[in-house]
Structures are given as C-alpha cells and as structure tokens.
C-alpha cells in the first residue's frame, strides 16, 4: 500500500481507491485473524471505535418525521415531497447523501487498517517500512524537480502534464499534497541522519583522521544518505511552489532541530558544543528558506477563494448543528451555502479539513477531532523521556513531527481526504503510538571469519610453541 498510494493521482481515481480499500480489508484479516492482546492503548480503541461507529449512525433508519425535524433538514423533505420521493411515515436515514456516507465508510477502513497493519509489526520490519517510505518519497520529490525543469513540448511523466503551470506535482494532481507527503517524511530523515552522524565506534577518539574514517565507515554512508534525502525532500518542497508547504518544511526543521540537537548520536555524543552547532544549524536553515518562500510560492485562484469557502462553510455548520449534514455529504450540500463571486467553481472541499468534517458530523466530529488530539499529547509524555535514544526512537519522534506538519497543513487544505497522504499518514501513526519500550533487537549475523579462540582441549596443555592458557597468542608467531 505504501508503493501502490501515490502512483495512480494519489489515489483518486476509482479504481485506485477499490484496490486500496481491498488491501485495506486484506490487511484488516491478516491482523485480526490473530488477535494479540495489547496491539492498541483503551483510549485508541475508543477512538477507532467511533471512528468507524460514526458514519453507521448517520447510515441508521430513524421515522421521517424525525429526521426532518433535525436543524437543516425541512428544504430537503420538502424537495423530496415535491418529488414525489417521501413516503410520509417511513424511515430514512440522517444522512442527507446516504450514498455518500456509505463511499466514507468505506473510505475509512484504508487509514483503520494501515494504523493497525503498523502495530502489529516487529519494530525491525517497521524500520524496513520506514524505509520504503522515503524512498517513495525521494522519488516523488526526484519527479518533482524533473516536472518543474520540463518544458511545454516534454512528455507526460506517469500521465502527469505540466502544459500550463510549472510546479513540482510528482504523480499527484496538487502540488499541496505533495508538498504534505513530502513534509510527512522530512523529520524522519533528518532524525536518521543526525543519528548516524554522532554514532562513534568504541574508539572516541577526535581529529580529522577519525572523521575521515567515519565518512568511510558504514555508519557514516548511511549518515550522509539520509542527509542527501532530507535535502531533496526539502528542494521537493521549494519547488512545489505551496506557500502552506514551504513555511511548515520551515517549522519542521525548526522543531526537528530542537527536538534532536540535544541526542545527537543518540545520547549527544558531542556535549553542548554539538547542541549548540546544530541548533544554529537549524536555524539558519530555515531563516535561509524566508527568501524563498516569497520567491517561489505562488497563489493560484483557489488561495485567494479560501476565505469566503471558510465563511460559507461556517454557516453550513451553523445550519446543521448539532449533528451535521453526514459524513462525506460536502461536494452535494455545500452548493446551497455558496456565495455568488465563487459561482464559476465547483467547490467540492472546504481547503480545511476540520472545518469539512465540523460541516459533515457536527460535534459528534468535534469530539472525536478532540479525542484525537488528547491521544497525541498524552503519547509525547511517553515518547520524550529518557536521554538516550535508540534509532527507532528517533524515527517514532520523526513521525510524530510528521503527523503535527500534515495536521496544521491541513487547515489550510485537504490532505486527509487524499487516499495516498491518508495512508501515509496513518502509517506515521502506527509508528508514532507505538510502545517506546519495544527496540528492535540487535542482528546477529553469521561470523565469516574463523574463530580464533581456543578450544577446551587446546587449554588444557599448553605444547611446545604452544603459549600458556592465560597467555594472549601473538599472531605474527603463529
């Protein structure tokens, strides 16, 4: 699902998303054909629970007449009586749009079986997933800067054209969801990076000649790889041209940094003089990006149209509380509420995804954005403990980072209702709420060279030309 998410537009074409949500199901049996006991907290199966719960309330027949007397609902009787549709005495349901309700259902069950698919991982094949995700996401960025560099005549790149705007889109159809993927994955690389490169050997030694050798150790490969993608996640990001994009990559540098400067290595191999380094490191890489965001942000119609989406929006959630008009009801209601100057567009999102779902589920959506929230703070309190950090620590605060980037960026857009940054996002959860206590364990690989040490017999007698059982053999004598 990882490679799958992003290479059909994000996966909104309808054949995308059924493969999605079959992969969703598949994933779902695979982890509940085996139980285990403690695969989430109390409070994230309440949250799953209503969750999925939500949407089967507004599916659930109710009398008609009580549905009608719900806030918003007595135009849209009246239109089906009208039509001939009411029956008068029936049941209906509180969804305006069952239809649509039932495609969001639906829709739920790919970020549900993602989350848990991740918590019932080893943390060893989470690391390995962690690196297909930024993977996938250099190679989204990689697409991206050869998008922005092609002229009108080159060909299409995975079916996308750039004939009238040239910005970095990879394969998605907005550059502010790339711009959201790419932000996803940018403190994790960064948190690898920074703890590879204060990794030491037991010899801790400085001087120019052991940070050669480190560069040339394995170590010190994986440190400047994982550098090498947080740069280009970041140039991925510039070159989207997403002003949202470009000042969140700020701010997550920003937070990554303080968030990190103080392990370096994992438990700040380099004292206060490394804090201090990559404090300033940080930054000044991100008063560097002030420049460019005002050079290569750019805002297209839809940005300057926000506002009044967000008043209209407000006053659809004023006309249908307490309950909202369903889940995934907003492209079918939403043009009852929408003003004249924006009469030439179909708005079939709000560009704010909690003001969307206030619109759709009223404050029963409001509890649970709430509910949500409550879970990820209460998960830092056990994630940030401790002074020394393992790497799999680092990429769980990494993911955390990641969800709080994707979370902002969505009150000014819709990311969450993007099937691939969904699946991301929910993956970074599963990593993010994760017991801190599990480790993967350390590998234990098959000696290649013999064994050196002496048998049992061997130290018993000591023969001529044989040293003493206590004695250390000299190999050049041997």
């Known amino acids: ?38 695969l989430v907290s109390p409070g994230e199966a309440l949250a799953l629970a209503l969750l999925l719960v939500l949407p089967l309330l507004y599916l659930f027949p109710v009398p008609e007449a009580l549905s009608t007397w719900l806030p918003g609902r007595a135009p849209y009787a009246e239109a089906r009586s009208l039509l001939g549709d009411g029956s008068g005495g029936g049941l209906a349901p509180v969804s305006l749009v069952p239809r649509e309700t039932e495609a969001a259902l639906l829709f739920l069950l790919i970020p549900i079986g993602v989350f848990l698919g991740t918590r019932a991982l080893t943390p060893r094949h989470a690391m390995a997933l962690v690196a297909v995700l930024l993977s996938m996401a250099a190679f989204q960025a990689l697409l991206g800067l050869l998008q922005f560099g092609s002229g009108k005549g080159s060909p299409e790149l995975l079916g996308i054209s750039l004939a009238e705007v040239r910005v ?63 740069l280009l996640l970041l140039l991925g990001v510039i070159f989207t041209r997403s002003r949202a994009g470009i000042a969140l990559a700020m701010l997550g540098v920003l937070v990554a940094t303080v ?94 995804d909690y003001l969307e779902w206030l619109f759709e589920g009223g404050l029963l959506a409001g509890a649970l954005i709430v509910l949500f929230a409550v879970l990820y703070l209460r998960q830092w309190a056990r994630v940030w403990p401790g002074e020394a950090w393992s790497r799999s620590r680092f990429v769980q605060v990494g993911a955390g980072i990641g969800l709080l980037l994707l ?24 990593l993010f709420f994760a017991d801190p206590a599990q480790e993967p364990a350390p590998v234990r690989r098959r000696r290649r060279t013999p064994d050196l040490a002496p048998s049992d017999d061997e130290t018993l007698s000591a023969g001529p030309g044989r040293p003493a059982p206590d004695q250390i053999p000299n190999p050049f004598l041997d």
């Not at 799958?4 to 996966?11: Q, Y």
């Not at 380099?270 to 002030?290: D, F």
């Open 1 to 38: 699902m990882l490679i799958f998410a992003p290479l059909f537009r994000s996966g909104q074409p309808p054949l995308a998303l059924l493969v999605l949500q079959l992969l969703a199901v598949a994933l779902l049996l695979l982890v509940l054909w085996r139980p285990r006991a403690g």
């Open 168 to 230: 970095a889109l990879g394969t998605y159809t907005n550059q502010n969801h790339l711009a959201g993927l790419l932000n996803m994955a940018l403190p994790m690389a960064l948190g690898l990076m920074i703890f590879f490169i204060g990794r030491r050997g037991r010899d801790d030694r400085v001087g120019w000649r052991v940070g050669v050798a480190f560069v040339a150790s394995l170590r010190g490969h994986k440190a400047l790889m994982y550098g090498a993608i947080a």
């Open 259 to 352: 968030a990190f400067a103080r392990r370096i290595g994992g438990s700040n191999v380099y004292g206060a003089t490394g804090t201090v380094v990559a404090l300033a490191l940080g930054v000044g890489i991100a008063i560097g990006l002030v420049p460019v965001l005002d050079r290569f942000s750019v805002e297209g119609a839809i940005a300057d149209a926000r506002w009044p989406i967000f008043s209209a929006t407000l006053a659809g959630i004023g006309t249908f509380l307490p309950l909202g008009s369903g889940p995934g009801n907003y492209p079918e209601v939403f043009p009852a509420f929408q003003p004249g100057e924006l009469g030439r567009w179909f708005i079939n999102r709000a560009h704010n």
């Open 407 to 430: 979370a902002l960026h969505s009150l000014v857009d819709y990311n969450l209702h993007i099937a691939a940054n969904v699946v991301y996002f929910a993956f970074l959860a599963g």
